[in-house]
């Protein structure tokens, strides 16, 4: 709907003009590939998800944000319009942005793009599938939407473990608060905690009324359509601010087949922990006799049920022969609260098929991961929240991180010191703790292993930029070098998202081959908010050509120490629906093609 594809027989032509335009005006990109392109108009709507009107961000009048759904090695064009009231950038969770850190959309990478102003972000697709999402990565703002999702698919001659399913369906799970993110943010900045929030949304809407007491009158919620018999992949994201959600489908087994560009080892599960920030995909089949419809479920993890019993997610699974509405108490959660090790369990189950490829007809099966020696090591170790100058903040071995108004990777472009450090500590120090901007340096084509170890009472979930790394280990208790004893040397999971349950350590590998600053942050909103993120800077020290890195790109907007290089936007209007012009926009585009080719070849 959003956005404009390439029809096959269009395709083949735009190979030929998609050259030409790449020679004729130098855009970094690969050109036998095709191009998607997006218009979008990141704006604020009144929406009531939970039965109280607040201003939540939309993607062109949507939220969620539409499904930017893609093929492996697309090249991806998105003009992003900001008609927020504050700055504004996208991050893509899990696209791994190959040599090109530059359209990263975080802090580290990029400069805000300002109110009114829009920014046109390019990249590729390069050798990914998967199941991914991208959202806000300022301030909170993904507490108030501006989420979607991305779906790389595989390319036609690459073979997809499973049989096409009947249908595809994107489901976006989410703790929720009533409070705006500018409250929120406030609250945090006051030195408090965010509380229990007030619901768990699904597509952006509140729970079905399964029970009178709990949901109030008068809730839109959501449905999913399916028809008897057959089998649809549902990809679930945890979009939320904080809280761990079990996902449940009643008298549904859920067969997990993928998780964050990988493809797992086929398994059923009643249900499955999916923390914030995570991905997965299902395959579900349709079996059951739609006696009545089935309740879908999103409820609170490692809490205690009594008091959260209004902060639970409930959608609707519609047969299309349903006898009737779905009634009675919701499918039972697991019952673990005194009980730590079921979740670990349940994590550690999910491993990579290593006979079946991704991107590729094979790469993981052939990639030992567990023969690489490690060249870098490091324990990232993070506290409940500490006061330092006066502000309650978070950390990482005991230092908060300091965004610096000038983009890091700007600095390097630039060559302008004294932006950030290149001292991150190895280990965790005995020292106290404070605020600095200090980067990890990573080691080119090196292999670190990075242990996250959670001293703080709830799940954080950690993720990594630019990379998938493999999750070898997990554990309770403190990490030591012994603990490598006990790693998955052979078919851990390849994902950029993993949780780190509290009091426990959680190990990752990740080849460094990819140039560039990488954001390694919680997806937890508030710990991050509060300084739990790092930098890790890969540079090639004996090239410094195109082949290692991407150029800078050409709309690179400028701000810090660089401001004086930005030139005004005249700032926009709010548009009104993006469909239209973005069919405009490859239009022109093509036209655009055609001219040069016509320039050029005459
Ligand atoms: C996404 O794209 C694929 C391949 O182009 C197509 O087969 C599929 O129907 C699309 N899915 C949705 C949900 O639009
Ligand atoms: C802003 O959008 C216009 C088209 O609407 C486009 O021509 C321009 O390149 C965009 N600016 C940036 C910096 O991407
Ligand atoms: C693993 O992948 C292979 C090859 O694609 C497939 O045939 C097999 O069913 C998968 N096995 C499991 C357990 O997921
Ligand atoms: C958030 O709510 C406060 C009132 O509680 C209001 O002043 C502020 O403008 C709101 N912000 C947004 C972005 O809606
Ligand atoms: C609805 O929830 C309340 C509060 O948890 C509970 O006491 C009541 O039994 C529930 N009602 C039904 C019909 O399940
Ligand atoms: C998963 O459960 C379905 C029934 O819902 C069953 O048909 C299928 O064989 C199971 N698959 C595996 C791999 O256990
Ligand atoms: C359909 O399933 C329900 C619940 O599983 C069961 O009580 C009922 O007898 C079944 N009806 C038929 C016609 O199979
Ligand atoms: C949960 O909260 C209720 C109400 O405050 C309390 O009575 C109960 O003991 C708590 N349960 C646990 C397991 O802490
Ligand atoms: C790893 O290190 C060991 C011991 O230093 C060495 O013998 C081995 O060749 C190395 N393996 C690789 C793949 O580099
Ligand atoms: C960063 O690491 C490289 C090796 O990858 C080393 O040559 C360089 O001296 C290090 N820089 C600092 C500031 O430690
Ligand atoms: C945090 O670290 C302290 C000191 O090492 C330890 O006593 C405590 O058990 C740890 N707590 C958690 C939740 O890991």
Sequence with gaps: MVGWRLSRVAAAGLLVLALVWATALVVPSYAADPFAYYDWDVSYITASPLGVPQKVIAISKQFPGPVMNVTTNWNVVVNVLNSL?????????????????????????????????????????KDQIGSFFYFPSLGLQRAAGGYGGITVNNRAVIAVPFGTPDGDITLFIGDWYIKNHTDLRKALDAGKDLGMPDGVLMNGKGPYRYNTTLVPDGIDYETIDVEPGKTYRFRIHNVGISTSLNFRIQNHNMLLVETEGTYTVQQNYTNLDIH?????????????????????????????????TRVTGVAILHYSNS??????????????????????????SIRTNVSSGAARPNPQGSFRYGSINVTQVY????????????????TLNGISYSPPNTPLRLADQYNLEGVYTLDFPTRPLNRPPRLATSVINGTYKGFMEIIFQNNDTTVQTYHMDGYAFFVVGMDYGE???????????????????????PGAWTAVLVSLDSVGFWNVRVENLDTWY??????????????????????????????????????????????????????????????????ASIAIFP
């Design 85 to 125: 009231d504050e700055p504004l950038l996208l991050t893509w969770d899990g696209i791994q942005q190959r040599k090109n850190s530059w359209q990263d959309g975080v802090l580290g990478t990029n400069c805000p793009i300002p109110p009114g102003w829009n920014w046109t972000y390019q990249f590729q697709v």
């Design 379 to 394: 324990v990232l170790r993070n506290m409940p929240p500490v006061v330092i100058n006066g502000k309650r903040r978070t």
């Design 479 to 501: 990490w030591t070098e012994n603990s490598r004893g006990t790693y998955n040397k052979w078919d851990g999971v390849s994902r950029c998202t993993i949780q780190v349950f």
């Design 276 to 308: 914030v920030g995570q991905s997965y995909s299902f395959l579900v089949t349709m079996d059951q006799n739609a006696s009545s419809d089935y309740y879908i479920v999103a409820s609170a993890r490692f809490v205690n049920e009594s008091l959260w």
């Design 530 to 595: 509060l300084g739990q993120e790092v930098y890790v800077r890969v540079v090639n020290p004996e090239d410094s050509s195109d082949k290692t890195e991407l150029p800078m790109p050409d709309n690179v907007l400028y701000c810090g120490l660089l401001k004086d290089k930005q030139k005004a936007q005249i700032p926009h209007g709010s548009r009104t629906s993006s469909s239209p012009i973005s069919y405009v926009g490859g239009m022109l585009l093509t036209s655009m093609m055609l001219l």
């Design 323 to 348: 006898k009737g509405k779905a009634s009675g108490p919701l499918p039972d959660p697991p019952n673990d609260f005194y009980d730590k090790t079921f979740s670990m369990n349940q994590a550690r």
